[in-house]
């Protein structure tokens, strides 16, 4: 059964369009020019990881968190800071990421189109303002929204916000999204619904289990199947 006019709240990144593939690219192209002598690229990457996830905390998300994450990863398996000629390398396998164009997901365009007209669509997105704001342009997907939000971090705290600034029922909204972490978990804290779309390039920081039994958690295998519950 449909449910009829919701409040419907998008994610931006690998929900609507490709992101953390483009991502993976760079630090898989990383990686090969590391060659670190006695890490294998498993070991190497976990290095990575971790210094991702200490940045993203300080310092935000996107690409220029990655290129700090990169640098710094240098520094600690290479025993120095990464010099002036490293940190040019780095920023040239990461030109991609300021690419002005996105990939959107098959299916977005034409189930925002649907959506729109039987429900209220707000788009949720966390990073660095200006570098959202240019995909959420490059998308040409903005119109679909009543408003768009960039935020600094996904947390209970900014569901809350949300709900009060938009004036929202959290028992008619959901939250839509690939990120367990960001999208699923707070969101139901925060007492609205939501509606995990998987994708298999999801960074694997914003990993973390469902629980099975939540009954307003909507799982999903592709975007397009939202129109068979919206």
């Known amino acids: 059964m449909r449910r009829n006019g919701q409040v419907l709240v998008f994610d931006a990144d690998d929900t609507l369009w490709e992101n953390n593939i483009l991502f993976e690219r760079v630090i898989e192209d990383f990686l090969t020019w590391l060659d670190h002598p006695t890490l294998d690229r ?16 300080a310092h935000g998300y ?27 390398e780095i920023e040239a ?15 977005v365009a034409e189930t925002l189109d649907v959506l729109g007209r039987r429900h209220d669509l707000l788009l949720l997105t966390k990073g660095d303002p200006r570098e959202q704001r240019r995909k959420v342009d490059a998308s040409r997907l903005a119109h679909h929204f009543r408003a768009v939000d960039i935020v600094a971090e996904k947390d209970v705290e900014t569901y809350h916000r949300l709900v009060e600034t938009h004036a929202l029922d959290p028992a008619r909204s959901w939250m ?14 925060a007492g609205m619904n939501a509606v995990f779309v998987p994708n298999r390039h999801t960074w694997v920081l914003e990993h973390t289990e469902l629980d099975p039994q939540d009954d307003r958690v909507i799982q999903l295998r592709s975007f397009s199947e939202l129109l068979e519950h919206f």
């Not at 990457?45 to 905390?57: E, F, K, T």
């Not at 396998?93 to 299916?107: F, K, N, Q, Y």
């Open 42 to 57: 498993v070991q190497a990457r976990a290095v990575l990881d971790r210094i991702q996830a200490a940045n993203a905390v």
């Open 62 to 88: 996107g690409s220029g968190m990655l290129l700090r994450s990169l640098a710094d990863c240098v520094a600690e398996l290479r025993g120095g800071p990464a010099t002036a000629q490293q940190r040019a």
């Open 93 to 107: 396998m990461a030109s991609v990421l300021s690419h002005t164009r996105v990939e959107l997901i098959a299916g």
């Open 176 to 189: 839509i999204g690939n990120s367990p972490k960001s999208d699923i978990l707070p969101a139901r804290q």
